[in-house]
């Protein structure tokens, strides 16, 4: 009798999952909660299109059941998805160059104005066991400068082999 497991192609084959994930999903999100102005202001001061947007009261939906909830607070956010196997500490520091360092300035004045700004960065992990995050010092101290809360949410998906 022949025990030589399948590998994880065989197998999700035999299941009938062709497309099961190999790639890792990143998301990187700046996210400014509870604030009294229009969410367009940050929109035309950062010079950004949000990703999501909301006002105070406002009816919006939630799951594939569209379950409807009214926002309790005013909300932007720029969030970058990335579908890559590279370093997430490569895509991060990407993130950083691109979205906060050239507006640090107008970051902290717009935090001035705000109950919370916060960095949320997820990852989907499918390539291993351990992803490993690193902030580094500047990034740390780039963070605390704009007052920025941290949210780090790490899924390792990854099925044994």
Not at 76 to 105: A, M, T, V, Y
Not at 113 to 121: A, G, P, S, Y
């Amino acid at each position: 009798m022949n025990h030589n497991r399948l590998d994880k192609k065989e197998l999700n084959k035999l299941k009938g999952q062709t497309d099961q994930p190999d790639i890792n999903q990143n998301h990187f999100i700046l996210r400014f909660i509870d604030f009294d102005f229009d969410p367009k202001i940050i929109s035309d001061r950062l010079g950004l299109k949000p990703s999501s947007s909301g006002q105070k009261g406002e009816e919006y939906y939630i799951g594939t059941k569209k379950i409807p909830r009214i926002r309790d607070c005013n909300h932007w956010d720029i969030e970058q998805k990335i579908i890559s196997n590279d370093f997430i500490g490569d895509l991060l520091d990407l993130f950083f160059k691109e979205i906060i360092i050239p507006r640090i300035e107008l970051l902290k004045e717009l935090k001035s104005q705000c109950k919370i700004l916060r960095l949320t960065m997820v990852q989907y992990y499918y390539t291993g066991h351990n992803p490993g995050f690193t902030l580094t010092n500047e990034q740390i101290k780039i963070l605390a400068d704009i007052n920025a809360e941290i949210d780090i949410d790490v899924y390792c998906l990854c099925e044994d082999n």
